[in-house]
């Protein structure tokens, strides 16, 4: 029991917090620290209504748009709540933790 339960444990990963190296990251796409700090908190309490974070250096920058664009009627994201966690992930999978 106690296995499954740290392996059930792996899954679970803890979404980079803001930094400077992610605001610098998140230049091209224009997006501010407000709007990336907003993405996360969306990434972390919508996103995981269905399923655990997967870690956001798993897709390149170019694919998180396709992904958050596909499972976002199951979320019920809005296009602002989109744009928001699209920036996020395009910011924060460019740094390797």
Known sequence: MI????????????PPAI????IANARPDHAS???????????????????TLPLVTKH?????????????GRANLSASDQSAIIAYLRAASFVRH
């Open 3 to 14: 296995t499954l339960f740290i392996v059930s444990c792996a899954n679970f990963a803890s």
């Open 60 to 72: 390149s920058p170019d694919e998180w748009p396709h992904l958050v664009s596909r499972m976002s």
């Open 33 to 51: 620290a407000n709007e990336l700090a907003t993405g996360r908190k969306l990434f972390v309490s919508r996103c995981l209504e269905c399923h």
């Open 19 to 22: 930094t400077p190296a992610i």
